[in-house]
T-cell receptor
């Protein structure tokens, strides 16, 4: 049981390049999330997927797109990377969206630098 | 909207010292409250949680009590170890419609424990 896995672990991009961050979970969770972590800012929600087939914007969605490929996988795409997107990106999953008492489980993160 | 305020760090303690990290929140209804820990270079892990007023969450010697009257969820440990050095995040998940899909995080508190 690997939990939440993310690839790649590190990535360096040039301004304007595109890339996709991959996330998968093997816990049969319904809900999945993408966050970014910046110094002094805590974690901010980019997008989330309440269930397979649905996606919604979080607090900071500009410059990103997501795809819920199936119940296990939730990818984050940067179409044209900008230096402001330099950050650590975390994927998370949760049993279901209605159960506020259930915690989210986090992946190890992807450290992205945009030059 | 929902918000979490936690004491700013960094916090530096000697081994076996007493730890308190303050956390207060603003939310409608009865949110669930969480403490997450992030060790260097890793993702977030759930440390403990409480889902209703007066509940006490505990794990690995850490404790926090859900105080609705003071809207607080302070983290405490009686005797810290070097291995407790990490960033600690307080978070809430709302129970009212529209906010129960996400976690709202504080900005994090860096704890360093010296031998």
């Amino acid at each position: 049981n690997a939990g939440v896995t993310q690839t790649p672990k590190f990535q360096v991009l040039k301004t304007g390049q595109s890339m996709t961050l991959q996330c998968a979970q093997d816990m049969n969770h319904n809900s999945m999330y993408w966050y970014r972590q910046d110094p002094g800012m805590g974690l901010r929600l980019i997008y989330y997927s309440a269930s397979e087939g649905t996606t919604d914007k979080g607090e900071v969605p500009n410059g990103y797109n997501v795809s819920r490929l199936n119940k296990r996988e939730f990818s984050l795409r940067l179409e044209s990377a900008a230096p402001s997107q330099t950050s650590v990106y975390f994927c998370a999953s949760r049993v279901g969206i209605g159960e506020a008492y259930n915690e989210q489980f986090f992946g190890p993160g992807t450290r992205l630098t945009v030059l | 909207g929902d918000s979490v305020t936690q004491m700013e760090g960094p916090v530096t303690l000697s081994e076996e010292a007493f730890l308190t990290i303050n956390c207060t929140y603003t939310a409608t209804g009865y949110p669930s409250l969480f403490w997450y820990v992030q060790y260097p270079g890793e993702g977030l892990q759930l440390l403990l949680k409480a889902t209703k007023a007066d509940d006490k969450g505990s794990n690995k010697g850490f404790e926090a009590t859900y105080r609705k009257e003071t809207t607080s969820f302070h983290l405490e440990k009686g005797s810290v170890q070097v291995s407790d050095s990490a960033v600690y995040f307080c978070a809430l998940s709302g129970n009212s419609g529209g906010s129960n899909y996400k976690l709202t995080f504080g900005k994090g508190t860096l704890l360093t424990v010296n031998p």
